[in-house]
């Protein structure tokens, strides 16, 4: 099992379990391990980075085995925190088990299952990776992760990111397409939440918009919303400072 984690010995402090976004892995979070005074441990869900996998599996599997890995790391006063596809899996793991988690932090995601419309691209997607292989789909949709120009703009932003896409497999992308396609609609569980949670949103995501994202975080009741100016859907590695500032905010302001 590899797990990116940095710990300290105080067992006061609170710890922050990452859950990445596709098509990436648990190297997306790397600036976050910037963060001071706090737990932090960054999985792979399966599919990408170590769990790579040609064996198929459902979004429930990837909650399952994350859940196994945060079990064993025998942590206490965890934060769950999943960007994108990383958040589904964390909200689906909400459900499951609502009394684990002393808070969490969703980024650029959504409660709802995917539509119609969004089924039928998840199927267009999967034909492209298996057809045409990773490189040339992840070219294609990387930069329909980040703001406008963010790559142009930051070579080495556009370095990092493809870095890592381009070291999944399709067969690995593939399956989480088809877990994401086959999810349950988890809009109900936002009511329910009852740990302090943050909510952070790129300002000009186009995958997840602004207006969904303070929406999703009006359903929560103790909920903070907060925008990343100028950050796309990758808000955590684009703008990494202003992330890190808004995350220790939250923490310093959580009850210990
Ligand atoms: C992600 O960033 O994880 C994806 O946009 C999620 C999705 O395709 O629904």
Not at 22 to 33: A, G, L
Not at 114 to 143: C, H, M, T
Not at 222 to 247: R, T
Request: aromatic share 10%; charged share 20%.
């Amino acid at each position: 099992m590899e797990i990116l984690q940095k710990s300290f010995s105080d067992s006061n402090y609170f710890t922050i379990i990452f859950l990445h976004g596709f098509p990436y892995d648990s190297r997306m979070w790397k600036y976050q391990f910037d963060l001071g005074n706090v737990n932090l441990a960054a999985l792979d869900l399966l599919g990408a980075g170590s769990k790579k996998t040609e064996r198929l599996f459902s979004l429930e599997a990837m909650v399952d085995t994350a859940f196994s890995e945060i079990y064993s790391l025998g942590w206490k006063n965890i934060l769950l925190s999943g960007l994108s596809m990383g958040g589904y899996v964390a909200l689906r793991m909400l459900e499951k088990y609502p009394s684990f988690f002393r808070g969490a932090i969703f980024f650029d995601t959504r409660s709802e299952a995917d539509s119609n419309e969004a089924k039928i691209k998840r199927a267009q997607n999967i034909k492209l990776l298996l057809e045409n292989g990773v490189e040339k789909f992840v070219e294609n949709f990387v930069p329909q992760t980040v703001a406008p120009n963010a790559l142009e703009e930051n070579p080495s932003l556009k370095r990092e990111l493809l870095e890592i896409a381009k070291s999944q497999s399709a067969e690995g992308l593939a399956s989480q397409l088809l877990a994401m396609q086959g999810r349950t609609d988890t809009t109900h569980v936002l009511s329910e939440i009852s740990i302090p949670s943050l909510v952070v949103c790129g300002e000009l995501d186009s995958i997840t918009s602004p207006e969904s994202m303070k929406n999703f975080a009006s359903k929560i009741p103790n909920s903070l919303f907060e925008v990343v100016p100028k950050a796309g859907h990758m808000a955590p590695i684009e703008k990494p400072e202003i992330v890190n500032q808004i995350i220790n905010n939250f923490i310093n302001n959580l009850p210990k």
